[in-house]
């Protein structure tokens, strides 16, 4: 099997991009967050702007008409997203998880390059329907299956989270090829607004990440069997939906601890210049904040250009080895863990100011968003599929 | 000459979805329900039944894909490691 090439020739300049991205994250973005996040509602207008930049189909080959950016730029857009609102960024990253499933996946079908064309011109944005109610967060298991009839299927599945579900154009859903499959033997579907309903099993209330919409429903949908992608689910998961998810949240992630560096910065710049002849104490927590900043860059761009480069090479066996699958579970654990301790400092360095709401240092929302990281897909699951894999780990 | 007892093995350890008795010894274990994180029990239960250790190269989806795959590479393994502790003496 061959992996989609990364696109190695780019015909924009990303640098031009990546400003334009800056300008419409001071312009339409942050002034929107502060309501996103009040009335824990879909960040419209952020993203209707960044489907005027064509971002939605960034990922996509150029061959396709998309953007045919790659994974590290990708990473850089998330971070940069973050700076302004964690839940644009959020939703934009977790929608590239989906279209790179399909981009990796699909093949030589004629049903998802036309799809791809079609997402170019729409875009169109994609939700995720991975866990299930009764499975414990265990991605690898399926409850629900597909119940295929000649060319056609039905699929009804109780999902406790499908983040802006109700937002979405498709939704790409993990279920049992078949209703006497194992629970492990799952397929990747997908399927669009005008065949499936969703009816609310939950609400989306939460501390942080208010603007994901991220409900629970019960999801009823039918299409043509062309909509099933033509690998395991199980393949699609070790190449691209793991470490692309982790790349990417853990890239938004990196941007959230960026801004609040750069707030306490900004305090403590503001501080220094009432007494210019003594710092301020805060600069020393300043310096060392800075340190963890530096780490935790480093390490999301060091685990970034590895994957690249696998995509690269080509080598599919690559991706299911435990040492590379241990060191992307690494960077989750640690970037969400990071992004608190990093906020958490800057908060102390802004003191009152950070606190509070309506200073222009405040950082209670990152801090609230922070805490979301270690959650989504629980760091605890993680280190315990980390501890296993050590087990048979034995390379130097 | 191990498939017997690397059946049993997998049975006890494989977490399979179907009882093993369905499974011929070139049956898919993965799509018999065998998942990446069950192949680390299965190996550890193979290593310590036969006194072998499998190299990173042999965790791979081809080692584990059948209980006949499974008994070749013991076969090796016991073949190679016997001939190092040989020529160690």
Request: charged share 20%; glycine share 6%; proline share 3%.
């Amino acid at each position: 099997m061959t992996i989609a090439q990364p696109h190695p020739k780019p015909a924009y300049d990303f640098s031009a991009l990546l400003s334009e991205i800056h300008r419409l994250g001071r312009e339409t973005i942050e002034p929107a967050s502060h309501d996103v996040d009040a009335a824990a509602r879909f960040p419209v207008e952020a993203i209707n702007a960044l489907r005027d930049l064509q971002l939605l189909s960034a990922y996509v080959p150029a061959q396709y008409g998309g953007l045919g950016l790659n994974i590290v730029q990708l990473g850089r857009i998330c971070e940069a997203l973050a700076h302004y609102c964690a839940s644009t960024a959020m939703i934009f990253a977790m929608h590239q998880i989906q279209v790179a499933c399909i981009v990796h996946h699909a093949g030589d079908s004629h049903y998802f390059a036309r799809y791809l064309r079609e997402l170019v011109d729409r875009q169109w944005l994609i939700a995720s329907a991975t866990t299930e109610l009764g499975v414990g967060g265990d991605l690898r298991s399926s409850i629900c299956a597909i119940e295929v009839d000649r060319d056609r299927f039905h699929l009804v599945k109780k999902a406790p989270v499908i983040s802006y579900g109700e937002q979405a154009d498709q939704i790409l859903v993990t279920s049992r090829r078949a209703p006497d499959a194992s629970s492990s033997d799952q397929v990747h579907v997908l399927v669009s607004k005008s065949t499936y309903q969703l009816e609310a099993l939950s609400s989306w209330d939460t501390l942080g990440f208010r603007g994901t919409c991220s409900l629970g429903f019960t999801l009823t949908a039918d299409g043509g069997t062309e909509q099933v992608l033509p690998v395991p689910f199980d393949e699609i998961l070790s190449r691209t939906m793991h470490p692309v998810s982790h790349i990417v949240w853990s890239s938004l992630w990196l941007g959230i601890a960026a801004e609040a560096v750069q707030r306490a910065r900004a305090f403590v710049r503001a501080e220094a210049r009432k007494n210019p002849q003594l710092p301020p104490a805060s600069s020393l927590r300043l310096a060392e904040v800075d340190i963890v900043l530096q780490n935790m860059r480093n390490n999301v761009h060091a685990v970034t250009a590895e994957y690249f480069a696998m995509l690269n090479d080509g080598d599919a066996d690559a991706f299911r080895g435990f040492g590379f699958a241990t060191r992307i579970n690494n960077l989750k654990v640690s970037s969400s863990q990071l992004v608190v301790e990093i906020v958490s400092q800057a908060m102390l360095i802004c003191g009152i100011a950070g606190y509070r709401n309506d200073s222009r240092f405040t950082l209670a929302r990152h801090l609230r968003d922070a805490y979301g990281a270690a959650l989504m897909v629980n760091n605890d699951r993680i280190l315990g599929h980390n501890a296993t894999m050590l087990l048979a780990l034995k390379e130097v | 000459m191990h498939v017997e007892s690397v059946r049993e093995i997998v049975a006890q350890h494989g977490r399979l979805g179907v009882p093993i008795t369905e499974l011929h010894d070139d049956g898919d274990l993965y799509s018999a329900g065998l998942t990446s994180l069950a192949t680390v029990g299965l190996m550890l239960a193979l290593e310590e039944a036969f006194d072998i250790e499998f190299p990173d190269a042999m965790l791979s989806r081809k080692t584990f894909s059948s209980i006949a795959s499974l008994a070749a590479a013991v076969e090796t393994l016991t073949g190679q490691q016997s001939a190092q502790q040989a020529s160690a003496r």
